[in-house]
């Protein structure tokens, strides 16, 4: 056994599980009228509302112990101070410094970093505005109105989720487009529909190397340069965002045109950075500033919060509590709210991404789970589909709701029945529908008894599913801010009890490798292939199809 499984608290997190399994909530909200209130907590415009969780007050009493064991609050302070907790790769991680409005110094080796992020900060709302006025324009004068921003992983689920999700704070006048695969289809399908004179692409790679970006943008590149445009007038088309400037500058772009970024910020912690910067276009520089905001007040919530007020804090151990006593493999998140409806794809990257991990600490092979499957879509959709595996399956997915009480241009009844489903979903999930409820339903209905049994039977709803609801006053850009980095820290808090590094990525970089040595093989027809039989196959059925 490692250190952490063989701890006294781990075993009696172990025993208590055993002993949770044998209860019902139903029993528990039965004979306690004040749990809802007491498994409550709100911070930053975000009520949680954890009380339909198979948790007791000795459940969550261990559960702190692990954190204070686990040394989180000491790990969270050395991520906040700038020490180089991504050790795979010697960096520090400090996404928390571009949204950091204390006023105070951040230190990496020594240097304030705050001087470049507010000067990267005022960069952007000077180019934002510059767009929005119009003042800004096209090498034939016309005033750059659709944007394309070209990107991948948290290069582009960042901008595009948020930006959707903002949809009723947009900028009348821009229209921007996400392109992020590699797959033609998808630039072309954005690029046909485009007066190249109108047009911005806004390339956003930490590395400049990511193949799926240089390509999207070589082809927007001679798209324009087809349409019209030359070379010289790709400095009004085109920008970057890139910590590469180098890589940047070789490629083509202006110097003047490449906003920054740094090597600790990682790619899946980088919306806060100028990789924001279609955020900004599409809603305006405050709206973005706000989410800026947001994300700094669940910063400091973050920091000072007590364990047991604490929601990121609440929400990974929650986390932790199903992954690892009850065997949960993944975590379901189901937003009542449409334009939140690519939420779960952006917390898919930073959660898997982040401790989808199985060493610990240095060297050590864990002998437990880490990071879980992360799914989930917008509801009400998901009740017509996939609901039915968590109400009855075999398998525990603990579920986070979430819904804004007030939505803009608010059309009631539509509004009172999104509240309905998803609460009453969270209702049937915890409770269930017991035999004896379901066989007193199928009474005077013509059945026979083993008929009236047998569908007893199939009704029956185990419950006793967990769920955390989460609401939101309304989902602006300072809550939807808050939010996002509400998730963040619950990925941080676990990576910590789990002693992986939650900043790495190395599975990705290997695919990364993999597919370029794949692809010579794939464009250098006539080489040898000397993979192993199957990719040999598939390369060589390949190249013949397309000889
Ligand atoms: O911004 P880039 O350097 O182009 O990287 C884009 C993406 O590349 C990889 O897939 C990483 O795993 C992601 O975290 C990153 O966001």
Same mark, same amino acid.
């Given at each position: 056994?490692?250190?952490?499984?063989?701890?006294?608290?781990?075993?009696?997190?172990?025993?208590?599980?055993?002993?949770?399994?044998?209860?019902?909530?139903?029993?528990?909200?039965?004979?306690?009228?004040?749990?809802?209130?007491?498994?409550?907590?709100?911070?930053?415009?975000?009520?949680?509302?954890?009380?339909?969780?198979?948790?007791?007050?000795?459940?969550?009493? $261990?559960?702190?112990?692990?954190?204070?064991?686990?040394?989180?609050?000491?790990?969270?302070?050395?991520? !906040?101070?700038?020490?180089?907790?991504?050790?795979?790769?010697?960096?520090?991680?400090?996404?928390?410094?571009?949204?950091?409005?204390?006023?105070?110094?951040?230190?990496?080796?020594?240097?304030?970093?705050?001087?470049?992020?507010?000067?990267?900060?005022?960069?952007?709302?000077?180019?934002?505005?510059?767009?929005?006025?119009?003042?800004?324009?096209?090498?034939?004068?016309?005033?750059?109105?659709?944007?394309?921003?070209?990107?991948?992983?948290?290069?582009?689920?960042?901008?595009?989720?948020?930006?959707?999700?903002?949809?009723?704070?947009?900028?009348?006048?821009? %229209?921007?487009?996400?392109?992020?695969?590699?797959?033609?289809?998808?630039?072309?399908?954005?690029?046909?529909?485009?007066?190249?004179?109108?047009?911005?692409?806004?390339?956003?790679?930490?590395?400049?190397?990511?193949?799926?970006?240089?390509?999207?943008?070589?082809?927007?590149?001679?798209?324009?340069?087809?349409?019209?445009?030359?070379?010289?007038?790709?400095?009004?088309?085109?920008?970057?965002?890139?910590?590469?400037?180098?890589?940047? %500058?070789? /490629?083509?772009?202006?110097?003047?045109?490449?906003?920054?970024?740094?090597?600790?910020?990682?790619?899946?912690?980088?919306?806060?950075?100028?990789?924001?910067? @279609?955020?900004?276009?599409?809603?305006?520089?405050?709206?973005?500033?706000?989410?800026?905001?947001?994300? *700094? $007040?669940?910063?400091?919530?973050?920091?000072?919060?007590?364990?047991?007020?604490?929601?990121?804090?609440?929400?990974?151990?929650?986390?932790?509590?199903?992954?690892?006593?009850?065997?949960?493999?993944?975590?379901?998140?189901?937003?009542?709210?449409?334009?939140?409806?690519?939420? @779960?794809? *952006?917390?898919?990257?930073?959660?898997?991404?982040?401790?989808?991990?199985?060493?610990?600490?240095?060297? %050590?092979?864990?002998?437990?789970?880490?990071?879980?499957?992360?799914?989930?879509?917008?509801?009400?959709?998901?009740?017509?589909?996939?609901?039915?595996?968590?109400?009855?399956?075999?398998?525990?997915?603990?579920?986070?709701?979430?819904? @804004?009480?007030?939505?803009?241009?608010?059309?009631?009844?539509?509004?009172?029945?999104?509240?309905?489903?998803?609460?009453?979903?969270?209702?049937?999930?915890?409770?269930?529908?017991?035999?004896?409820?379901?066989?007193?339903?199928?009474?005077?209905?013509?059945?026979?008894?083993?008929?009236?049994?047998?569908?007893?039977?199939?009704?029956?709803?185990?419950?006793?599913?967990?769920?955390?609801?989460?609401? !939101?006053?309304?989902?602006?850009?300072?809550?939807?801010?808050?939010?996002?980095?509400? *998730?963040?820290?619950?990925?941080?808090?676990?990576?910590?009890?789990?002693?992986?590094?939650?900043?790495?990525?190395?599975?990705?970089?290997?695919?990364?490798?993999?597919?370029?040595?794949?692809?010579?093989?794939?464009?250098?027809?006539? %080489?040898?292939?000397?993979?192993?039989?199957?990719?040999?196959?598939?390369?060589?059925? /390949?190249?013949?199809?397309?000889?």
């Amino acid at each position: 056994m490692t250190a952490l499984t063989n701890t006294p608290t781990w075993q009696k997190l172990a025993s208590l599980a055993e002993d949770v399994k044998q209860q019902h909530m139903r029993d528990w909200f039965a004979s306690d009228s004040s749990r809802a209130k007491k498994y409550q907590q709100t911070a930053c415009g975000i009520e949680l509302d954890f009380s339909k969780n198979l948790i007791t007050d000795d459940v969550m009493k $261990a559960l702190f112990s692990l954190a204070g064991e686990s040394q989180v609050t000491q790990k969270r302070d050395a991520m !906040f101070k700038g020490d180089i907790i991504n050790h795979t790769e010697q960096r520090a991680v400090l996404h928390t410094a571009l949204r950091n409005f204390s006023g105070q110094p951040v230190y990496v080796d020594g240097q304030d970093v705050m001087p470049e992020v507010l000067a990267c900060q005022e960069k952007i709302k000077d180019f934002v505005a510059s767009i929005h006025s119009g003042e800004r324009k096209g090498y034939t004068g016309k005033a750059l109105t659709q944007i394309v921003s070209i990107g991948i992983g948290g290069s582009f689920l960042g901008p595009k989720i948020m930006s959707e999700a903002l949809k009723p704070y947009w900028f009348d006048g821009v %229209t921007v487009h996400f392109v992020a695969n590699v797959d033609a289809c998808h630039i072309q399908d954005v690029l046909a529909d485009l007066d190249h004179e109108e047009t911005l692409v806004v390339m956003s790679s930490k590395s400049f190397t990511t193949q799926e970006t240089l390509q999207n943008t070589l082809t927007a590149k001679d798209w324009f340069l087809q349409a019209g445009g030359t070379q010289q007038d790709i400095a009004k088309h085109f920008i970057a965002v890139s910590s590469n400037i180098k890589a940047a %500058t070789d /490629f083509g772009m202006a110097e003047d045109n490449i906003f920054p970024m740094w090597d600790w910020v990682g790619g899946r912690y980088s919306l806060w950075s100028a990789i924001g910067l @279609p955020i900004a276009l599409t809603m305006g520089y405050d709206n973005y500033r706000q989410l800026l905001e947001g994300a *700094y $007040a669940m910063d400091e919530h973050f920091k000072t919060a007590p364990p047991e007020q604490n929601l990121p804090m609440l929400s990974a151990l929650l986390g932790v509590w199903y992954i690892n006593f009850f065997g949960a493999q993944s975590h379901v998140l189901l937003p009542y709210y449409h334009y939140l409806r690519g939420f @779960p794809a *952006y917390v898919q990257q930073l959660d898997m991404e982040s401790n989808g991990k199985n060493i610990s600490g240095d060297t %050590t092979q864990v002998d437990y789970a880490t990071g879980p499957i992360i799914w989930g879509s917008e509801g009400t959709n998901g009740q017509h589909s996939f609901h039915q595996l968590i109400h009855q399956g075999t398998l525990l997915i603990p579920a986070d709701f979430m819904l @804004p009480l007030n939505v803009p241009n608010q059309d009631n009844t539509h509004h009172a029945m999104l509240a309905s489903n998803c609460f009453g979903q969270t209702q049937a999930l915890m409770q269930g529908k017991t035999f004896d409820e379901c066989y007193a339903d199928l009474e005077g209905k013509g059945l026979d008894e083993a008929e009236r049994v047998k569908l007893a039977t199939h009704k029956t709803m185990p419950g006793n599913k967990p769920s955390n609801t989460l609401l !939101f006053e309304q989902m602006d850009p300072k809550t939807l801010g808050s939010l996002v980095a509400m *998730y963040e820290h619950k990925v941080f808090v676990q990576g910590a009890i789990w002693g992986v590094n939650s900043f790495d990525q190395w599975g990705v970089e290997l695919g990364k490798e993999l597919g370029n040595q794949v692809l010579d093989k794939i464009v250098n027809t006539d %080489t040898a292939l000397s993979f192993d039989s199957s990719t040999n196959a598939l390369i060589a059925r /390949f190249r013949q199809a397309n000889a």
